[in-house]
């Protein structure tokens, strides 16, 4: 292994150099929050976002390994020189892999507070501290403005919304509904803010507190119908206002078949997962279904199993 002086010298040159190439791409298309780096030196199990005026730095630890002490504050350091930010707006941590039924939106000891950041011209509330997830999912990126294309003047359902990125992109691309729907109060919430800031919080805009799948059941009795469907839910979910617990592997088929049930004639779902191994079953009856991943993985991203995807339409 090489020397940690060696391997700071090679991971700030590359953060730089990845730097000066993104920032010129992001002033162009109105987006200040990308991937810089992304486990790029195998020694340097990191991951570093730029988001806006701040930084995130993570430090990928597996379960059992020994991390010298202030070798992250070394790396914060060198990341904040190579990007050209003072080190207290590098927000760095460790991240060992967890049991994914601990959840992914857990809240962080640490404190934090809001900033807006933008992803083609519209306005997200991030925070990087609070959670251990920021708000926005930066790998969505891509099927964000996929979504915001492809709603004008039609009827958008956003399933396990979380901070309702994707009802912000289609609210701006001229949806003319959209519901959201999540069991928490508090990303709801943050979903309100996230519309308000763009100027899109009106009646058209429903936010839903509820279990998606409870929701579904009722939407197929009330003959609910959308033109566009996304459904990006956890690995694994529970909470004493659930029935029973959300295993997306296991239950997926009939989340997407509910799912499915309420696409208007030409409607389209986008389903995501970025499980590990997850396996989409070959077991979903009058539907026919697209792999798009490739479509959707964005170009900082050099991790390009972080999530997959499919395009799902009625059969026929």
């Keep these: 292994m090489a020397a940690s002086g060696d391997l700071l010298a090679a991971f700030g040159n590359r953060v730089a150099k990845r730097h000066r190439h993104l920032r010129r791409w992001a002033r162009q298309s109105q987006t200040d929050c990308f991937r810089l780096y992304d486990r790029d030196i195998p020694e340097m199990a990191f991951a570093l976002d730029v988001y806006g005026p701040k930084a995130l730095l993570q430090q990928y630890v597996r379960r059992g ?37 601990t959840g992914q939106h857990e809240r962080s000891e640490a404190g934090g507070s809001e900033f807006c950041v933008l992803e083609g011209g519209l306005r997200f509330l991030v925070n990087l501290e609070t959670y251990l997830d920021t708000g926005l ?13 492809r709603v004008r003047g039609g009827h958008f359902l956003n399933l396990f919304c979380y901070t309702g990125s994707f009802t912000v992109h289609a609210a701006a691309g001229g949806a003319a509904s959209t519901v959201s729907v999540d069991l928490s109060r508090t990303y709801l919430d943050w979903a309100r803010r996230n519309l308000a800031a763009n100027g899109l919080l009106d009646d058209r805009h429903s936010l839903v507190r509820a279990d998606a799948r409870t929701w579904l059941t009722e939407a197929q009795a009330g003959g609910r119908r959308f033109d566009c469907i996304v459904l990006d839910p956890p690995a694994y979910s529970s909470s004493k206002r659930m029935v029973g617990v959300f295993d997306v592997q296991r239950d997926h088929p009939g989340v997407i078949g509910a799912a499915a049930s309420l696409l208007a004639p030409g409607g389209e779902l986008f389903f995501s997962c970025n499980l590990t191994g997850f396996r989409l079953s070959p077991d979903l009856p009058g539907l026919a279904v697209e792999d798009i991943t490739d479509r959707t993985v964005p170009e900082d991203f050099r991790n390009r199993s972080i999530h997959r995807c499919w395009r799902i339409r009625r059969a026929g």
């Design 137 to 149: 999912f930066l790998d969505h990126r891509p099927l964000r403005a996929l979504v915001g294309g």
């Design 65 to 101: 390994e020994h991390v010298a002490p202030g070798w992250l504050e070394e790396v914060a350091q060198c990341a904040a020189d190579a990007v050209g930010i003072a080190r207290s707006d590098v927000v760095a941590r460790t991240r060992a892999k967890v049991d994914r039924r």
